[in-house]
């Protein structure tokens, strides 16, 4: 079962809560001294601009500190060449917080083909290059060189993703724990309220920031196995054993009244038979699972498949066991995750005093992310979806953390009434999901028990709650309120559980969509939709045919706009040349499309580096799937996104030829590209009214408010101790 936990606003102030809010963090000595602040107890350093929106994990941790009596100063987008910028605020008196930003500053850096990104949506004038490669490890660096005694905590997307040996995809090897190779003494992952509060009320006591064990949400380095835990060795993939049936799909072990034998089982008499130890649920809190070690798992692409499940099995807060793994001669010991915050914490998150705005440091200047969301309201976190591509899960967990209807409202009610530039419309109502807001298991039992890795994979579970009425009038209120023209949604929709809610899906249709809906099936075929995690096309069908009804009955002539992912592991040529017939009959034409990008610790990145479904039981015999992974082959699967396009033409001809389907080639409505080439790399003529451009996805997650490696048109995704991005950011990573 979840415990409770302290309730974030509760805790006995600190004494500088005396100076009152700041109308925002200050980012100078100049802006300390104006609000009469000698030194500055936490010192936040990320890879952003800073803008004081709760869609900003710096400004959410920011401002949470804040309340509890904290004075909080920013450094944004330092000079990492040298330590000069980490010293311009003086000493923190607590603690050094250090985040890469809302993505993952690989992400944010780098496309899905490893070619360095023109821009940085999170940077003022949209300017690349102002942070560094892996800035958590070179900030967290910095900041030791400029006060060596200063305790240094890491979170956000990058800590948060990275907090164990992980797989990385842009030096195509597996990395140790970046709290080894960021130097830092903590790390906190997931949504980091509850942390960052309880570190610094402790630190504010005179604790030392090596006593700080056993927080949930955090990382820390242990000398050995603390006494009275009991540790369960999982360095190994099982070995043949009998086949025993669980009872009951929330059972942890199976039953194992009678042990097996080496008779019963036809094993040699040298084989070993596993028996199953099943642990006492009154243990579980005191037991922690050894991960292979780094050493193992950075040589063996099966054995990190391996740690990878086991890993992943213990995301749910109301189950998961602390996990240990060696680094060399260190233990890195994983926390379990932190408990999901309440309705009024989520609530009081939002309602602190945000100017809602970019620092008034930058002047004039345009930070597309904030452009993109300033007029977005954020009404939940986390998602059960489970993808295997995304992030969200890993950082926000599975089980939604809701506001309530009163506290959205109030945020709209503050964006109409003190925003500049507000013309009438709220750009979005959402999360990593639009359609999730209040959705939770029917039993709290059972979710505290499960370890399902989705709710809605292979199918919605019988024991979750779809309806989506709660919704419809959340909805309804806000667009009746004075001074609102029309409410967008544009967060990523689960149309698989949209359908379950008629009504949802025609005020939906009716009133928030703007002539196009995108939504994300991500592909037709079963072969790598079986490995996202993702529901067949029946689903889209059955809510596009809603889409069409109620669009009719409104008047309105809309339009769905599918986004698909290239390359993902478990898909073959076939697949993409499946697909991308089915966009030709469907009238689609992609003006962007995105391969996928193997963020760290997500399931697909462990399918990616090992070859295996890691959706199944790992082991050496176990058959490979088709692992998309040359260039070449990924420029294929990307270029049957965009058939249309002359520029792939000879590519796609040249494949077609190979597959022994020449037959499509040709200049009838049957054929998927023409014979011949244009002299010129103009696009054809006719273009579709209904062509439009394909969401991307990064994936990325934040914190303090997420919604998310970023799969909702304005996902925010992780940052600061953990904390979220813009709305605009993808699941996908």
């Known amino acids: 079962m979840i415990h409770n936990a302290p309730y974030i606003f509760g805790y006995k102030k600190y004494w500088a809560h005396r100076f009152g809010p700041a109308p925002e963090l200050p980012m100078s000595r100049a802006e300390m001294d104006a609000l009469g602040w000698d030194a500055c107890d936490i010192i936040l350093v990320t890879g952003d601009a800073y803008v004081d929106h709760p869609s900003f994990g710096m400004a959410v941790i920011g401002r949470v500190l804040e309340a509890q009596g904290f004075r909080v100063g920013i450094i944004s987008q330092p000079d990492w060449?040298?330590?000069?910028?980490?010293?311009?605020?003086?000493?923190?008196?607590?603690?050094?917080?250090?985040?890469?930003?809302?993505?993952?500053?690989?992400?944010?850096?780098?496309?899905?083909?490893?070619?360095?990104?023109?821009?940085?949506?999170?940077?003022?004038?949209?300017?690349?290059?102002?942070?560094?490669?892996?800035?958590?490890?070179?900030?967290?660096?910095?900041?030791?060189?400029?006060?060596?005694?200063?305790?240094?905590?890491?979170?956000?997307?990058?800590?948060?993703?990275r907090r164990i040996a992980h797989y990385d995809y842009w030096s195509d090897k597996v990395r140790k724990s970046i709290l080894l190779d960021s130097k830092a003494d903590l790390l906190v992952y997931g949504n980091a309220e509850r942390q960052v509060?309880?570190?610094?009320?402790?630190?504010?006591?005179?604790?030392?920031?090596?006593?700080?064990?056993?927080?949930?949400?955090?990382?820390?380095?242990?000398?050995?196995?603390?006494?009275?835990?009991?540790?369960k060795d999982s360095t190994h993939f099982d070995q043949p054993g009998?086949?025993?049936?669980?009872?009951?799909?929330?059972?942890?072990?199976?039953?194992?009244?009678?042990?097996?034998?080496?008779?019963?089982?036809?094993?040699?008499?040298?084989?070993?038979?596993?028996?199953?130890?099943p642990i006492a649920n009154k243990n579980r809190a005191q037991t922690v699972i050894r991960l292979p070690d780094y050493d193992a798992v950075k040589d063996d692409p099966i054995l990190y498949a391996h740690a990878s499940r086991v890993m992943h099995g213990e995301?749910?807060?109301?189950?998961?066991?602390?996990?240990?793994?060696?680094?060399?001669?260190?233990?890195?010991?994983?926390?379990?995750?932190?408990?999901?915050?309440?309705?009024?914490?989520?609530?009081?998150?939002?309602?602190?005093?945000?100017?809602?705005?970019?620092?008034?440091?930058?002047?004039?200047?345009?930070?597309?992310?904030?452009e993109m969301i300033q007029h977005s309201v954020l009404i939940m976190r986390g998602c059960f979806g489970g993808c295997s591509f995304c992030s969200i899960t890993e950082h926000e967990g599975r089980i939604i953390q809701n506001r309530s209807e009163d506290s959205i409202i109030r945020e709209i009610e503050a964006i109409r009434d003190t925003s500049p530039n507000f013309t009438g419309n709220i750009s979005d109502l959402g999360g990593p999901t639009a359609n999730m807001w209040r959705l939770a298991c029917k039993d709290p039992k059972i979710e505290a028990s499960c370890r399902k890795p989705s709710c809605v994979y292979p199918g919605i579970c019988q024991n979750l709650n779809t309806d989506q009425t709660p919704l419809v009038k959340l909805y309804r209120r806000a667009r009746a309120l004075p001074g609102i023209k029309k409410i967008f949604i544009a967060s990523g929709l689960r149309y698989d559980i949209a359908v379950e809610t008629p009504e949802y899906v025609k005020e939906l249709v009716s009133h928030h969509v703007g002539g196009y809906l995108k939504i994300a099936p991500e592909h037709t075929e079963h072969g790598p939709l079986s490995k996202m995690m993702k529901p067949g096309m029946g689903t889209y069908d059955r809510f596009k045919q809603m889409f069409d009804k109620y669009s009719k009955e409104a008047g309105k002539e809309q339009y769905l706009i599918p986004y698909f992912i290239a390359a993902?592991?478990?898909?073959?040529?076939?697949?993409?040349?499946n697909l991308a017939l089915w966009l030709k009959r469907n009238g689609f034409r992609a003006d962007q499309v995105q391969a996928f990008l193997p963020s760290p610790m997500s399931i697909a990145t462990a399918m990616y580096h090992s070859g295996k479904d890691t959706l199944h039981k790992i082991g050496r015999n176990v058959p490979d799937i088709p692992?998309?992974?040359?260039?070449?082959?990924?420029?294929?699967?990307?270029?049957?996104?965009?058939?249309?396009?002359?520029?792939?033409?000879?590519?796609?001809?040249?494949?077609?030829?190979?597959?022994?389907?020449?037959?499509?080639?040709?200049?009838?409505?049957?054929?998927?590209?023409?014979?011949?080439?244009?002299?010129?790399?103009?696009?054809?003529?006719?273009?579709?009214?209904?062509?439009?451009?394909?969401?991307?996805?990064?994936?990325?997650?934040?914190?303090?408010?997420?919604?998310?490696?970023?799969?909702?048109?304005?996902?925010?995704?992780?940052?600061?101790?953990?904390?979220?991005?813009?709305?605009?950011?993808?699941?996908?990573?």
């Open 568 to 577: 993902h592991p478990g898909t073959e040529d076939k697949d993409m040349l």
């Open 315 to 370: 995301t749910n807060p109301g189950n998961a066991r602390a996990l240990i793994q060696r680094h060399d001669n260190r233990e890195v010991w994983i926390n379990p995750p932190p408990l999901p915050l309440t309705t009024p914490e989520m609530d009081g998150v939002f309602d602190l005093p945000y100017s809602r705005l970019p620092h008034t440091g930058y002047g004039k200047a345009n930070i597309p992310a904030f």
């Open 627 to 733: 692992i998309p992974r040359s260039t070449k082959q990924r420029k294929l699967h990307k270029a049957f996104l965009r058939y249309h396009d002359p520029k792939n033409w000879p590519l796609l001809r040249e494949a077609l030829k190979e597959m022994g389907r020449a037959d499509l080639i040709g200049n009838g409505k049957q054929h998927l590209v023409p014979s011949f080439q244009p002299k010129t790399d103009a696009e054809p003529v006719n273009k579709p009214a209904k062509a439009q451009t394909f969401k991307t996805k990064h994936t990325g997650f934040d914190n303090a408010n997420n919604k998310h490696e970023q799969r909702r048109k304005h996902t925010p995704r992780s940052n600061q101790s953990g904390q979220g991005a813009p709305k605009r950011s993808e699941k996908r990573r």
């Open 197 to 231: 509060v309880e570190i610094a009320h402790r630190l504010a006591k005179g604790e030392s920031i090596h006593d700080l064990k056993g927080i949930r949400g955090t990382v820390h380095f242990v000398k050995q196995v603390p006494q009275g835990w009991i540790e």
């Open 242 to 277: 009998a086949a025993i049936v669980h009872q009951n799909p929330y059972q942890e072990m199976p039953s194992c009244e009678s042990a097996p034998t080496s008779a019963d089982t036809g094993l040699a008499d040298n084989e070993k038979v596993i028996q199953f130890k």
């Open 81 to 161: 060449q040298s330590a000069d910028d980490f010293r311009k605020l003086g000493q923190p008196k607590l603690f050094f917080g250090v985040t890469g930003g809302n993505m993952d500053s690989m992400v944010n850096r780098y496309t899905s083909d490893k070619k360095i990104r023109s821009n940085d949506a999170y940077t003022a004038n949209g300017e690349a290059g102002k942070r560094p490669d892996r800035a958590v490890n070179v900030y967290s660096h910095r900041c030791r060189e400029a006060f060596k005694n200063v305790p240094i905590v890491i979170g956000g997307i990058e800590a948060s993703l």
